[in-house]
């Protein structure tokens, strides 16, 4: 069993940046691909981003590319979402999740290829 908890999140101006991360406890992530997904009030929940086991593939949707950037620290069993030049599109609840498997590529944008979710963090974007 694989227990995540995202923090970070919060209210922020048009441009600004926050940086999400998301604890993993209960077993090593080494064999997990970890991803960002978020969802705003009256919408499916979307893909954002995931990394492989390794952290040396990256994956973002269109929207956020060059603005946010995904990363992991293994040891510290810890995702992260830097999220800079934020827009008040970006508001939503951000979730983080694991996937068991190492270089399911194919998969990361896939919901249901999941089987660990966090509770959620909430970033609000001003105009």
């Known amino acids: 069993q694989v227990q995540l908890v995202e923090s970070g999140g919060g209210l922020v101006q048009a441009g600004g940046s926050l940086r999400l991360s998301c604890a993993a406890s209960?077993?090593?992530?080494?064999?997990?691909?970890m991803g960002w997904f978020r969802q705003a009030p009256g919408k499916e929940r979307e893909f954002v981003a995931a990394?492989?086991?390794?952290?040396?593939?990256?994956y973002n949707v269109d929207t956020v590319k060059g603005r946010f950037t995904i990363s992991r620290d293994n040891a510290k069993t810890t995702l992260y979402l830097q999220m800079n030049s934020l827009k008040p599109e970006d508001t939503a609840v951000y979730y983080c999740?694991?996937?068991?498997?190492?270089?399911?590529?194919?998969?990361?944008?896939?919901?249901?290829?999941?089987?660990?979710w966090g509770q959620g963090t909430q970033v609000t974007v001003s105009s």
């Open positions: 990394i492989n086991w390794s952290g040396e593939d990256r």
């Open positions: 999740a694991a996937g068991w498997g190492r270089d399911q590529y194919s998969r990361y944008r896939d919901l249901t290829w999941y089987s660990y």
């Open positions: 209960g077993r090593t992530l080494s064999n997990y691909g």
